[in-house]
């Protein structure tokens, strides 16, 4: 680990986390801002499959929310990714995407991950696409929602949601980053 990350840790999100984790949502002005009680909810029901990173202090610096669908218990849908501005360019989105990963995958099996991107959130797609090379994993792209499935004023519309279907992954053991 970096001698800039070793102040820092992944956790799992506890309830007290859900307003940081707002916050971080709504600073980043990329991610579709939930309500803050969704952050809430999100860090008592899914805290399993969610992440934060936290630094010195125990405060939360970052996040990876995500869920095991339904259908497919063997994959990992990722919500949202979002590190504060103070701490991007560190690597932790990727450090939050592996620990979650292998958490996940230890606890329950994992045999894929899920995300949807916005077309021209190239950050995002970085971030996934590299984590399926870190995995030996292929990378499926397919519209899952398009432009006119949202609701709301047609002159502010939702840019279409893109699914990234990452698998088969590999070994999730023995990845590198932050501890968790």
């Known amino acids: 680990m970096s001698a800039a990350r070793t102040d820092l840790q992944i956790d799992r999100p506890a309830i007290a986390d859900g307003a940081a984790l707002w916050r971080i949502a709504r600073d980043s002005k990329v991610l579709d801002l939930n309500s ?3 952050y809430l909810l999100w860090c008592r029901d899914f ?3 969610s992440a934060v990173v936290r630094d010195s202090a125990g405060h939360p610096v970052g996040f990876v929310t995500g869920y095991v669908r ?3 218990p ?3 849908l990722i919500w949202q990714v979002a590190v504060d501005a103070d701490h991007q360019g560190r690597g932790l989105a990727a450090a939050l995407l592996d620990g ?8 329950q099996g994992l045999t894929s991950v899920e995300t949807t ?5 190239t950050a995002s797609e970085r971030l ?3 984590f399926a090379q870190r995995h030996g994993a292929t990378v499926e792209r397919e519209v899952l929602f398009d432009t006119g499935q949202f609701p709301g004023d047609p002159h502010d519309s939702h840019d279409p949601e893109v699914l990234y279907r990452i698998g088969p992954l590999s ?4 990845l590198s980053g932050l501890s968790g």
């Open 128 to 130: 996934f696409t590299s």
């Open 100 to 107: 979650l990963t292998r958490r996940v995958g230890a606890e």
């Open 74 to 76: 063997g994959t990992l």
């Open 47 to 49: 805290a399993a499959t």
């Open 171 to 174: 070994e999730l053991g023995g």
């Open 70 to 72: 339904p259908d497919r």
């Open 36 to 38: 803050s009680y969704s």
């Open 117 to 121: 991107i916005a077309p021209g959130n």
